[in-house]
T-cell receptor, first 113, second 114 residues
Framework: SQKIEQNSEALNIQEGKTATLTCNYT??????LQWYRQDPGRGPVFLLL?????KEKRKERLKVTFDTTLKQSLFHITASQPADSATYLC????????????FGTGTRLQVFP | NAGVTQTPKFQVLKTGQSMTLQCAQD?????MYWYRQDPGMGLRLIYY???????DKGEVPNGYNVSRLNKREFSLRLESAAPSQTSVYFC?????????????FGPGTRLTVT
């Protein structure tokens, strides 16, 4: 069966450390992988995307890696801050011909001062 | 720009009642989507519309209907609400910005069916 897995347990880290979140998928060959942030009571907000032929993408303190052999993406937040506390969702776009996404269940990140 | 707007923000229905959730976007996007989000289940696609005049089923369409009224508006209708439809509903849209397909979400509608 097709699955997207994110760690359902919350990730708790200290301010200033690097947070690393994992997205694993099976039986998909996505064209893109996207990461979204969701705050309580609000809709998801797009952060970054990485294409199938890219290994790594950076934006300010955010870094995403994409290993299509392992079928895994890692999402890093360096120098984490309490304001980074939120749920982070990964999403797969399965082809270039559609904008439809398949979402993972998300991982909650809590950054403590 | 307001982005994606949804009404209402909260709604309580009794089993069997009907209602329509409204969604509008002002970004001139072609594609629009309706998702539901339940604890532990993530976001699941109910219906989507790739362009004005077209709609297609997503992963969980049973019990719902949609209308793409024009390019801006995409409504979701529950004809006979059931407790299993208690959820948070999100509308989203996407255009062709850089052909990357990132989606822009509304603030959500929290629906309770008793």
């Amino acid at each position: 069966s097709q699955k997207i897995e994110q760690n359902s347990e919350a990730l708790n880290i200290q301010e200033g450390k690097t947070a690393t979140l994992t997205c694993n998928y099976t039986n998909y060959s996505p064209a893109y992988l996207q990461w979204y942030r969701q705050d309580p009571g609000r809709g998801p907000v797009f952060l970054l995307l990485i294409r199938e032929n890219e290994k790594e993408k950076r934006k300010e303190r955010l870094k995403v890696t994409f290993d299509t052999t392992l079928k895994q993406s890692l999402f890093h937040i360096t120098a984490s801050q309490p304001a980074d506390s939120a749920t982070y969702l990964c999403a797969l776009r399965l082809s270039y011909n559609t904008d439809k996404l398949i979402f993972g269940t998300g991982t909650r990140l809590q950054v403590f001062p | 720009n307001a982005g994606v707007t949804q009404t209402p923000k909260f709604q309580v229905l009794k089993t069997g009642q009907s209602m329509t959730l409204q969604c509008a976007q002002d970004m001139n996007h072609n594609s629009m989507y309706w998702y539901r989000q339940d604890p532990g289940m993530g976001l699941r696609l109910i219906y989507y519309s790739a362009s004005e005049g077209t709609t297609d089923k997503g992963e969980v369409p049973n019990g719902y209907n949609v209308s793409r009224l024009n390019k801006r508006e995409f409504s979701l209708r529950l004809e006979s609400a059931a407790p299993s439809q208690t959820s948070v509903y999100f509308c989203a849209s996407s255009g062709v910005r850089g052909l990357t397909g990132e989606q822009y979400f509304g603030p959500g509608t929290r629906l309770t069916v008793t």
